[in-house]
């Protein structure tokens, strides 16, 4: 049985919650682009990492373990998935910083390789059936290497 595992992040209330906090939003608002920020954050400093290790550097830690996203995409991210990247930028002037960035980061994560294989799960009812039919069959063989055929032991006079 194969099995596929599908993520999104999606980065576009970043955007929205800065503007929104330019404009004098305070509490809530501030605090959920600050926890957005981190996150990206550390996804940066992942890819960072992957693309290191992508160009045969010698890379010492890769840190998944600093947010849930990186946690929860890490075998998207330099596991064993065949991984896309969608970057939607803007083309106005005022959002040029952001969209630059993003350009930046998609660059980066696109220098990133992974060697994605099928991975099949096998029920273990079945491998235990199967393990036990081979069983049979290799005892058949060794009592037909003994000569303990269906018709017993093999007398001298055969043997010669």
Do not use: W
Not at 79 to 88: E, L, Q, R, V
Not at 110 to 130: F, G, H, M, Q, Y
């Amino acid at each position: 049985e194969r099995v596929h595992k599908t993520g999104y992040v999606d980065d576009g209330r970043h955007s929205k919650t800065i503007e929104r906090g330019k404009q004098g939003s305070t509490g809530q608002l501030i605090r959920e682009a600050q926890n957005i920020n981190l996150s990206l954050h550390y996804l940066e400093m992942v890819i960072m990492a992957l693309q290191e290790k992508s160009k045969g550097k010698s890379v010492a830690h890769i840190p998944y373990r600093n947010s849930m996203m990186t946690s929860v995409l890490r075998d998207s991210l330099g596991g064993n998935c065949k991984t896309s990247m969608i970057a939607t930028v803007s083309p106005e002037e005022r959002h040029l910083e952001e969209s630059m960035s993003t350009c930046r980061f998609a660059q980066r994560v696109a220098c990133v390789s992974n060697s994605a294989k099928a991975n099949e799960e096998v029920d273990p009812t079945l491998v235990i059936k199967r393990l036990k039919r081979e069983v049979v069959e290799l005892k058949e063989e060794i009592a037909l290497l003994k000569g303990e055929g269906e018709s017993g032991p093999l007398t001298d006079e055969q043997l010669q």
